[in-house]
Nanobody, 129 residues
Framework: EVQLVESGGGLVQAGGSLSLSCAASGFTFDDHVVGWFRQAPGKEREGVSCIWRSDGSTYYADSVKGRFTIASDNAKNTMVLQMNNLKPEDTAVYYC??????????????????????WGKGTLVTVSS
């Protein structure tokens, strides 16, 4: 059974930092890209960042480049998203997700909602101004 369990969400002031973790199990990591999407109230779910641990490839949405860093702890099968200099517009539910590598490559290495095969339940991040 595939499990993606997020943790680390919460309330933070603008300019602050949070670290999100995703504990993953039940699938072959080398065959999947893992990462994060987010969904703000009234908006569509959007890709934030992902990593393919086999070659270290990463992706960041333009809106988070230079502020967010994704990393994979291979020994623990955990993925971490370090979020710095948070802004009120980062407020959203953050979802851990996986995409099969072949599908990710087929879509030109785009981190897209339609390619996801497994989702976590999400963790809320609220950034106050």
């Amino acid at each position: 059974e595939v499990q993606l369990v997020e943790s680390g969400g919460g309330l933070v002031q603008a300019g602050g930092s949070l670290s999100l973790s995703c504990a993953a199990s039940g699938f072959t990591f080398d065959d999947h890209v893992v990462g994060w999407f987010r969904q703000a109230p009234g908006k569509e779910r959007e890709g934030v960042s992902c990593i393919w641990r086999s070659d270290g490839s990463t992706y960041y949405a333009d809106s988070v480049k230079g502020r967010f860093t994704i990393a994979s702890d291979n020994a623990k099968n955990t993925m971490v998203l370090q979020m710095n200099n948070l802004k009120p517009e980062d407020t959203a539910v953050y979802y851990c997700a996986t995409v099969p590598v072949r599908r990710w490559i087929y879509y030109g290495r785009n981190w897209r909602v339609g390619a996801v095969n497994y989702w976590g339940k999400g963790t809320l991040v609220t950034v106050s101004s």
